[in-house]
């Protein structure tokens, strides 16, 4: 995907969010570190655009509900989880830039439960590659993009990468 398919996946999404949850009341974007926070950001600006009213963003921390925590470091980085509203009675949006095993949506999901009860909580993710290890599955997809677990899905952004692509790559090419 380049620029211009990854804004038309991205304005598809947010007009399924607006469409999904009759409005823009009560719904709360929270991007999961990293790639997810900008594009949490860029769905907030659309939903602007369509309905004329910012929705919150928030930033979630998923570091300490890792299941893999152990194996990742020793002494992880934490960074901070911040959300600009209560999430209890809120249609929570977790967005996230690419769905592979489930892993991490399952820690953003006990991440977003710590911090109150939402009325509902729902993932959005750029990228949906399959090869689910957990019982997860994204509310909104921007592209379904089939993979081989030998190959990996770099999403790349303005904001983190100083890029605008989905490339698929093999171990190798990292």
Do not use: C, W
Not at 6 to 33: C, F, P, Q, W, Y
């Amino acid at each position: 995907m380049d620029g211009t398919q990854i804004r038309r996946a991205l304005k598809r999404i947010s007009h399924e969010i607006v469409e999904s949850n009759r409005g823009t009341e009560d719904v709360v974007l929270a991007g999961i570190r990293t790639r997810g926070v900008p594009l949490a950001k860029r769905l907030a600006q659309l939903i602007e655009e369509i309905e004329g009213i910012r929705v919150p963003v928030g930033i979630l921390d998923i570091s300490l509900y890792r299941d893999d925590l152990s194996s990742v470091a020793e002494q992880p980085v934490l960074n901070h989880t911040s959300m600009p509203v209560e999430v209890t009675g809120k249609n929570v949006v977790l967005v996230d830039d690419v769905l592979f095993t489930g892993r991490t949506a399952r820690a953003a999901l006990d991440a977003i439960m710590d911090l109150g009860r939402p009325a509902r909580i729902q993932l959005a993710v750029l990228i949906d590659r399959g090869h689910r290890e957990l019982p997860i599955r994204a509310d909104y997809v921007g592209k379904n993009l089939p993979t081989s677990t030998r190959e990996i899905v770099a999403v790349r952004l303005q904001e983190t990468d100083q890029d605008e692509r989905v490339l698929i790559l093999e171990h190798q090419d990292l």
